[in-house]
Each structure stands twice: as structure tokens, then as C-alpha cells.
């Protein structure tokens, strides 16, 4: 009889193996049953349709907005609401920029890894290549998805990673060198108007030699 | 004798009205709960919260739950009792005391959550809270660079049984942990407190006295891993933390904690009444229920700008 039982539990153990069930934990089950937000499983659509069409749309031309920087007059609240983007006025704010330019150094020795960049008006600017983002411009530019998505600072977080990851994604084999002329489109967050050209460091969601 | 008489009831008579016209002119009581009254953060909520309500005509009740739920539902059934106008809370805990707001509520009494939220929606008239993890970030981040990208390092959590904690530690290590070169040596919960903290730092440097770094939950704590790393003799170690009171403000300025993130308490507090009052008023609740306020990066270069958790 005990051989029976235990013929026909290997069975059953067996049976749901190869019907393609997976045995969870606990923990495993309770995030499958609430996840944490269903926006984490669609990174890529949201990147490639919504952030980068925004971007499109909206990207300013980095010298015309240094200019505009550039006037000891500048309100920042002004030109944020002209040529940025924030969700309320307690964050930072992201502008949507794009970029033609040469690529005038690449540093790599940090893993916060930058293209100092010289634009066409001959201004510097650095673009980030990582492998180490270091903040959430890209994820704060976009105008689809809010905090109040997901009214979770660590989930919104996660999010805000996994939005610069796929950024990343995207650069991956890409090698860089000094002299090579790149166009960009992307977002840098500040939160007052940058001291200089050199401090604007844009995330990219496309970069294209 | 009679004359006496006269004039006692005649004082009494005055101050009876003096009582009454005070009573009038006074558009009733808004109760303020924070967690304690002695530690710097939770004080500076209090004293904001309780400077907005008065000037705006109200009297206050300010008391403390220490962080314990059933001393918070007390005090909520007392201020419930008492028929107080409004509740500004720093709640003890953010899914316990769903049930305390909600009773509130049911009672007609509003009631703005400041600092710590509950996890429900559709109750609180306002959850005022911190972008505790942009603080985080920004912390962490600026940490990364002064140790330079590679070294040893501590993580001294303020309290993991607090949510906004919790929120801090995950950003920290969402920065950290992208950095292969640092290694997170020891990590021990400090309980938000200083004793806690120096004690937590006096061990984990004998055991490792190579560390190079210490990223600590909140201010307290990295002040009493300071006070430990100066009894070593160990002014070489980068500490970080968060909160932005006076003592940390101090001791930036004095070349000790090397950066931390200023939460705004005072206007939390300030804007929960303001609500409270909008809502008693004029009967309109806040456009968004869930508001983040962000904690102020503060080094060396702007310390000077910080006093009682207010940013000028």
C-alpha cells in the first residue's frame, strides 16, 4: 500500500512537472497574486512608445535652451513650465532635449560613465552611458505614468530603475571614441537653472552615431 | 466680610466671561500627534504644526503616542471624546492605524496624516509625506562619491520596523548596490536613536577597523556614529545620514557628517493644518490625497540655510 502511495504521489509530482507547472514559494505566490505594479512588466512599451514619442515631440535643441539659461534673468519656473516637465512643483525639473553633436572625451572611469559631448554652438555638455545612470530624468519626463500610479516610494523607484536599465539596454556594444559625431535624444532633471553647459548631463533614450 | 463676598463673585463673575469670550474667539481645538516631543524631528512637526493652528485661531492639543499604537488609539478616543475639530497626526504605525483615522473620520473629525502615511487610500483627508527615497538617492549617490566609488562600508538603519526606513535603506542600496567595488560590510537597525547608534558603530569598528564609510537611516544615528568614530580617532571615515536638524547641521559645518538630506517637517505640519482649516471652512478637501514633499540636499554649502528643520 505504502508503495502504491508513493508511486502515485512521484506521479503526480511528475505529471505536473511536465505539464509545465512550477512549484512557488510562499513569497513567490503572494507577489503573483498582488503584483507590485503591472507597469514594471511593461517597461519596454512604455519606453519605446510613450517616453521616447513624448521625447520626440516635445525634445528642445540643448544650444537653444542653454541660451535661454544663459540670461541672468532666467526664471527657472518659467522655463520649466515652457520647455519642462515636472509632476508638482516639489520635484525636480526634466526638460526634453535633443542633441547633434562630437564627442570631445569619454570617460569611463567612473561607472557613472559620460560622453562630454560639444554641441554645435560649441557649448559642453555630457551624456550619460552608464553603466550606472545615477538618476531618474528619464522616468521623471514622462508625462504617462505618475507617482500616483503607483503610490509607493520603493515600487515608483524600482520603476524609475528599471526605466534607466532598459536606457542602458540600448547602448549595450556600443563603443565610443573621441572626434565621433552622435545625435541624442533625452531628458536631464535640475533642480534651478545649471551653473554652467558642463554641469547638464542628459540621459539618453536614443543615441545614435 | 460681605464686601469680600462681593468682590470674590464679582472676580469670578469677570473671569467666567473672560473665560467665555476667550472660548468664543477660539474656532475650537485641533488635537497634534507626533511620535515623541524629545527628539528633534518629531518636536519640530509639533511646534509647526501647533504655531500654523494658533495663528489660525485655533487651540491646540499636542501629545505624543511614542510610537505605540495603542497609546495612539487613546489618544484618538480622547480626542474624538473632546469633539476637537481636526487631527494632525504623525501616525505610529502605517497600517494599524488605519483604524484610528477611520474612527476619527466617522466622527466628523478630519484628519491630515504628516510624515508616516496609512496604507489605505479614501480616508485622510491628506497624507503629507516625504520623497524619503529621493533623500535616500541623493544621499546615497553623494556617498558614492566620496568614497570614491570602491571601499568598505556600514549601513546603520534608522528603524526597520518604520516604513519611511524601510524606503530609505531600499533607495540606498538601489544607488549602492550598482557599485560592485563597495561592499556593505555590516548593517544593524539603530532603532533612530543616538545611544543606539554610537553603540551599533562601536562594535562593528572593532571587528572592522578598515571601513571607509557609514550611511546611516537618519540624523540621530549618524550623530552617535560620529560621537563613536571620534572616540576612535577615526576622522578619516565619510558619515552620511538623513533628517537636517540643528546638531547635524553643526556638524557638517564642523566637517563631520559630510551630507544629508533635510526633511521638511515644519512644512508638512504647516501645510496639514492649512488643509484641516480649508476643509473645516470652506468644506474643500486637497486636489490630491497623497502629496511627497522632497527632503533639501544639505552639505557643507548650503548648511548655513538650515534651522529647526526649515530651509531659508
Redesign the interface.
Known sequence: MKKVVMLLTTWGVVSLLLCGFRIVTKEEFKQLQTPESPLLSQIAEIFDRDLTGQLRDSATDIDDLIELFSDPNADFGQLCTQYGYRQ?P??QCNFPVKLKGQIKSVNTQ??RGTLSVTTPKGAEVKVKIG??V?D?ALRDVLKSVS??DF?D??V???FG?KINAYCLKKLEGKAFEPGESIEVLGAFSSWDVPGSPSMIQIAPAELNK | MKKLTVLALAAATASCFAFNAQAASSKGTIAIFVNALDNPYYAAEAAGAKRQAEAMGYDTLVLAHDEDVKKQNELFDNAIGQKVKGIIVDCADSTASVAAVQKAVDAGIPVALINREIVKDGIALVQLTHNNFQAGSDVANRFVELMGEKGDYVELTCSLADNNCVTRSKAFHQVLDQYPDMKMIARQDCKGALLPGKQAMDSILQANPNIKGVICGNGPVALGAIASLKNAGRNDVVVVGIDGSNDEMASIKAGELKATAMLQAQELAVQGVKAVDEYLNNGKKPEKERVMHKGIFIDKTNADRVKDFLYQ
Open positions: 508638482s516639489d520635484i567612473s561607472r553603466p550606472v545615477g531618474t507617482y500616483l503610490n516610494q520603493t515608483y523607484g524600482e530603475e
